[in-house]
């Protein structure tokens, strides 16, 4: 079965502390992984993913596959990271589509 | 307006109401999804079209009907609802993956906020 879990509900640090969001994941296949982030009264938006291997706002994921794992870090939170995240596994693909597994998400919340 | 479009904003309904959510994207795509988000569970996919064929129903109940008349719009058609159905309806768009590993970005929509009575 194909599953996203993100065990921390709820994320508090403060400000230019390091951060690590959980991600681990089921999946038979090749993974593909996302992290996807909603601002406070904004759409939910891609953030980043494991392919391009990239870092966004300062952020970074690494796929550990021994570990099914794609945590997200960022080494000194800023208070605009205060977000909902959203880790997701591109699930397979029907017709050039990609089905997306969600995982619950985690409530960032970055203290002054 | 650009991106992703979703009306109406927020759906009150009675059970016996029929009605309709409207997504319309202006990004070109040639995919476009429909997802649900409760309160206690993650964001789930419903629906996906593929040239406005649709290529997965993901066991959504009867009472859901979608519809995709072209590329730039999607609608999801409603009926007979129960108040479990009440949640966060979200529609993305994205191009088609036809050829190369880098799959394609969904754009998500501000979603309609459906509540049933």
């Known amino acids: 079965a194909q599953r996203v879990t993100q065990p921390e509900k709820l994320l508090s640090v403060f400000k230019g502390a390091p951060v690590e969001l959980k991600c681990n994941y089921s999946y038979s296949g090749s993974p593909e992984l996302f992290w996807y982030v909603q601002y406070s009264r904004q759409r939910l938006q891609l953030l980043l993913r494991h392919i391009s291997r990239e870092s966004i706002k300062g952020f970074t994921a690494d796929l550990n596959k021994g570990e099914t794992s794609f945590h997200l870090k960022k080494p000194f939170a800023q208070e605009e990271d205060s977000a909902m995240y959203y880790c997701a596994l591109a699930g397979g693909e029907i017709q050039g589509a990609q089905k997306l597994v969600f995982g619950q998400g985690t409530r960032l919340t970055i203290n002054p | 307006e650009t991106g992703v479009t979703q009306t109406p904003r927020h759906l009150v309904m009675g059970m016996t109401n029929k009605k309709s959510l409207k997504c319309e994207q202006h990004?070109?795509?040639?995919?476009m999804y429909w997802y649900k988000q409760s309160a206690k569970k993650p964001l789930e996919l419903m629906f996906v079209y593929s040239l406005e064929e649709r290529v997965e129903n993901n066991s959504v109940p009867s009472r859901f009907s979608p519809e995709c008349p072209n590329s730039s719009h999607l609608f999801l058609h409603l009926h007979t609802l129960q108040p479990e159905d009440s949640a966060l309806y979200l529609c993305?768009?994205?191009?088609?993956?036809?050829?190369?590993?880098?799959?394609?970005?969904?754009?998500f929509g501000p979603g309609t906020r459906l509540t049933v009575l």
């Open positions: 993305a768009s994205s191009q088609l993956r036809t050829s190369g590993y880098h799959r394609n970005e969904q754009f």
């Open positions: 990004l070109g795509h040639n995919a």
